[in-house]
């Protein structure tokens, strides 16, 4: 038996270096104040401190400036903003701690589906222009204390969410307290904004960007339809009200006019992050090839042209397909895997028979069998040949990575077993690995789970006793058979969700293949309605039925 070691993903230690390398100077670009300018102060508002000049005070902290205040402190040059070697060296530091957190999380963790520089630099264009787009924003709004509110109105979330739908989860919920942190940062670090604002406010930051970022995560995971974006902005938007509110709560003198800011604050960032996230996604996804929610989504309406064509030629293949999506799906959902992946890899799984439909036992509907004609050797080459068929296919029609895994994945690297054992019996000694599929082995737990529901289906719709016992029988047969082979080994599948996998696949059998009750005869009143569009199979048999009604 082929065993491979357990992959350790397609990142190298060097391009995980060059990433954390780069963001770092990356976020020190943003961070850094380069451009020394004025804060803002203008006839008519409060000071934000207390301004003196050689001992002299022009102007109280939360008096009113007039022009005269204006033109002296403009004259002593208190408004200028003095970037010292302090405060670059503190964005500098911060730039790198929080490079290496996102560079250690990649070694360590390993996400599976950040692989390939492609999505790295994916990645870090989302964190840098966020941190930016931050930095830019609050630091226009943040000096002005009526805008501190309404800097809420930027949808910071939308970072977070989009790396959750299209890279990884964990690094998602990574980047929903670290941009929280290095926005905050942004905004505060700036000397105008650092002496116009208490503590209050910066913990006030983190904690509303955090919670919404984590908010808008769990709500759009693993969507599977629009209305999920939907919902993730209202939470987004629901958090950071509330979170704003809880703050607002600890201030001394409280302003009922703020509640109506933090109102349209929140209400404008639930609406940017939907959009964002409908429209990034897209963008994001077609320009660094990754596959998004809607596009998975599209896929499952199953109106693909390669599907279309599949249901066409060969009619049997099909409908395996969408018997294993059904069966699939619902394990998935129970164990925690991307259930609309698993159905839109249950679609295209086989998609390669397309080519040569007859030469696979279910478009053959008992007519001529091609391999009748063919040596087991080449048979088995024709019965594998619909992995390679069917990538070449998804190739040209350039299907989502994820989606292409289910492809070589969902057989591994397991025996062609019909035409291996044919040809063992003519020759004991027959070397076996030329009858086995190219693999690799299910690297996923939604790849794995399509292997199982795949042999499942198959042998579940050959099995001529479909009593539960039988079903229960032939469902635990598979999985042990491919638990014994090693076929799992690669998949992140434990034992309790092969569990979990086993009893809804026997459910969902069970539903499918329940017995059927056996219609009674149908009654005479019904054939007498011949005409009134009463449906009915052959005239009754028992005269007395009619007569008793
Ligand atoms: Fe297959
Ligand atoms: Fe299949």
Redesign the pocket.
Known sequence: MISRARPTTGLPPAHIFFFTVAMAVALAIVLIPVLPGEASLESGDIAFKTFSDGGEVIAEEGQRVTDQDIERIRGAGLLENHFGFADVLAAGIISILSASMFGLYLYLFRPPDVIGIRRLVMLGVIIVLWVAAARVFFSLTLPDSDGLYLGYMLPVAAAPMLVATLLDGGLAVLLAGMIALLAAFGAYHLPDARSSAGSIESLQMVSALALSGLAGIFAVRNADRVNNYATAGLSVGAVTFLALFSFWLLLPNRDGVDILLMLIASSVSAIGTVIIMMGGSYVLGAAFGVATRIQLMELAQMTHPLLRELQEKAPGTFH?SVM?GNLAERAADLTGADALLVRVGAYF??IGKVAKPAYYIENQMGGENPHDRLDPDSSAKMVSEHVRAGLRLTGRYRLPVRVRAFIPE?HGTRLVTYFYRKAALADPAIDAERFRYPGPKPQSKETAIIMLA?SVEAVVRASKDRSHEKIDELVEGVIDERVQEGQLDESDLTLSDLKTIGESFKSTLRGIYHPRIEYPAPSRAETQNRGGGVAYLQSPTDATEATRR
């Open positions: 395996h294993v799984h086989d969902h795949d």
